[in-house]
């Protein structure tokens, strides 16, 4: 990340979303980790279907998820560099500085700060979650 923030945008993420005319993308704070989310403009979309789906908004209690949930998010585009420009707000409230790692996750990518992403132990943790998760399994072909 450079001095004004900006971000350039790895071409192995570009390959995996498709060429497009306009790279669009919204950016908000993780709902779990000290981290940010990067969502293309299709899957925050789809994001936002689910929820929808979920949601009631004439509940007190769904209408304050839902308050949070869109809370400090920001839409981004690339420049003509292939760069987009992080929001400081955001960038502060993860603790966001200089160096930066950018997390392929599925159908979003995670932005950390490299110390935090670094310091993480995760082997046993993984290891705890994948037995939790996946080893109550008959098979693993279904």
Partial sequence: MDAKCRVLFPSAF???IGEQEEYRFVVKKDIFENCLVLYTDEEWNRQNQIIR????PYNKEHNRFLRNFFRGTAELSLDGNGRFLLPKRLLEEVGIDKEIVMAGMDNKIEIWSKNVYESQDVQDDFATLAENILGGFESLED
């Fill in 14 to 16: 570009k390959k995996q």
């Fill in 53 to 56: 789906r979920k949601i009631n």
